[in-house]
């Protein structure tokens, strides 16, 4: 959920309902799962079919991994409440009709390839800040707008990770009319949304009329409305183009005067977020911690004594991290879930938002294997294959099912660093082999189950390369790359080739590497290095004794002696 700028100070009657739902402690039942608490409390207002449940975002720009919050919070609940036999529409406003305040430094196209402002025009944007993102041109060329084009990555995002959501352009509910009675009850009674705003904003005064009209002359929203006149259908307002605040900036008003339908504007958003909340008959929506000091307050204040609605259930979650640093997208920190989807399963992120949403997280990509290794323990919890304690057991047998697409006991999961072990290697035959060999895969494995673990070896190799680690190196089977070693470095790889012959373990093999070394007076490092050279064309590499161990025997000796 977002805003489109209103700034001011925030205040709440002490009878408001706290979004802090998750956080109460009272006589209600207690659940393993957040969403069943919530699906509680939304049954309890008795709604009707079909109950919505409602995000949004205002697609200012790079939509990444955290705006993708609100789609699966919305989904659990959804999917909990569809248990229950209720008929379940999940929207997700593209709030588009917000005004472009600041050029962003980072775009990204449709394929979630991150790029630099300088990198499309960036003076046409410069030319609509102040527009409608609906109204400005895409950067890309490939959608009808701006805010077409941002509002498509998050559909894309949703879809990835098998969530069907509604997308709703507020651009088109107020131009198709379904704004229109919101809208017009709020300019008729301005006095009232005058003095209930002024609780939480300080720049409220006798002027003040809750619609921002789009200048007829310039494009831009304005601010400043001079006349309503609510008997003409759609009702009017006659404006002059003002201008308007943006943070440290100001962006000028053309100074024209003219009249605009309720349809050529928008309410602000203190009046458009409860504005949509009627419009769409929202029963649920979650949203970031921020707006539950802020917008929320002041929303509920407003559809109450304003609307005369009562608010939906509210539901705030905690924001998470990136590598311990809030996602910004003028700061490059962000992913996109694209690109997250390169490095893991579906499954795996559908069950990294399924936890308690009421706690602040990291997203780390360096240390994604520990994300992954706790996704296979909670699936294998649900299975009964490992000892856990009875909460750990409750949830997962409560979540797993709403995780995965179907539960399948003879599913195989590799160890996400073995995969990446693996994914050294370039033939598949030789991953298969090597995962056989260390037991990862069963004689009597399903073919089905075979290919679904072998896929997690390309996500575990794009993972190494993404962050460089100690698994970011390449099997050269296919030719012994260039070397020259001394007499005395030969004879002692030979020595090793003849011990690997033997049959030995990896981490004899590893032992081995050091005392061969020694016998014949070369450098344990020089010996790694000439190891590490023959294998991978590199002067540094893994654990060479343990990699050599996974790989079939008869090629380590024949490249040992540099015969294949």
Wanted: proline fraction near 6%; aromatic fraction near 10%.
């Amino acid at each position: 959920m977002s805003a489109d700028g209103d700034d001011g100070t925030d205040g709440g009657e002490p009878d408001a309902e706290s979004p802090y739902t998750l956080q109460r402690e009272d006589g209600d039942a207690r659940h393993v799962f957040w969403a069943d608490a919530v699906a509680d409390r939304v049954e309890q207002r008795d709604p009707e079919d079909p109950i919505v449940i409602k995000g949004g975002i205002s697609p200012s720009g790079v939509p990444h991994l955290g705006n993708v919050n609100e789609v699966m919070r919305g989904y659990y609940v959804a999917e909990v409440l569809r248990e229950r036999g209720r008929e379940v529409r999940q929207v997700f406003t593209a709030d588009d009709r917000d005004p472009l305040r600041k050029l962003p430094r980072t775009l990204c196209d449709l394929e979630g390839n991150l790029v630099d402002l300088g990198e499309v025009d960036a003076g046409a944007l410069g030319r609509n800040l102040g527009s409608p993102y609906t109204d400005i041109p895409d950067p890309f060329g490939c959608c009808d707008s701006y805010g077409a084009h941002f509002s498509q990555i998050i559909r894309d995002s949703a879809d990835a990770v098998d969530v069907p959501i509604e997308m709703v352009s507020t651009t088109e509910l107020y131009t198709g009319g379904e704004f229109d009675d919101v809208t017009r009850h709020v300019l008729a009674n301005q006095d009232r949304a005058r003095e209930v705003l002024s609780q939480y904003q300080d720049k409220v005064d006798d002027d003040y009329v809750p619609f921002n009209p789009i200048c007829s002359e310039c494009g831009k929203i304005t601010e400043t409305v001079t006349d309503v006149d609510l008997e003409s259908d759609p009702a009017t307002v006659d404006y002059r183009c003002t201008d308007m605040d943006a943070g440290d900036r100001t962006i000028d008003g053309c100074g024209h005067e003219g009249t605009a339908t309720i349809r050529e504007g928008k309410m602000p958003w203190r009046f458009e977020w409860p504005g949509q909340w009627q419009a769409l008959g929202v029963d649920f929506e979650p949203f970031g911690k921020d707006h539950a000091e802020g917008s929320w307050p002041s929303g509920q204040d407003v559809a109450r004594n304003v609307l005369e609605i009562e608010p939906p259930v509210p539901m705030v979650y905690e924001w998470f991290t990136l590598e311990g640093e809030p996602f910004s997208s003028s700061e490059g920190n962000v992913i996109l879930v694209s690109d997250v989807l390169e490095l893991l399963e579906p499954e795996v992120l559908r069950y990294f938002f399924a936890k308690d949403p009421s706690k602040a997280r990291d997203f780390s990509i360096e240390r994604l294997d520990q994300l992954v290794d706790e996704f296979d323990r909670f699936e294998a919890t649900y299975f009964g294959e490992v000892e856990v304690s009875e909460d750990e057991r409750a949830f997962a047998e409560r979540v797993y099912p709403l995780v995965v697409e179907e539960p399948r006991e003879e599913r195989i999961r590799l160890p996400y660093t073995f995969a990446a072990v693996l994914g050294m290697f370039d033939d598949p035959g030789l991953r298969e082999e090597v995962a056989r060999k260390e037991g990862h895969v069963p004689e009597d494995a399903p073919e089905w189950a075979v290919e679904a673990a072998l896929e997690r070896v390309e996500r575990a190799r794009n993972w190494a390369r993404r962050t460089g680690n100690e698994f970011d190196y390449e099997l050269k089977r296919s030719a012994i790359p260039d070397h020259e070693f001394d007499a005395a470095t030969e004879d002692a790889l030979e020595e090793l080739a003849e011990f690997v012959a033997a049959g030995h373990e990896p981490d004899e093999i590893q032992g081995e590497i050091y005392e061969t070394a020694k016998r014949h007076d070369v450098a344990v490092g020089d010996f790694f290095a000439a190891g590490y050279r023959l294998f991978f064309d590199e002067e540094q590499g893994p654990k060479l004794g343990s990699f050599l161990g996974k790989l079939d025997r008869e090629f380590v000796v024949a490249r040992l002696r540099r015969e294949r």
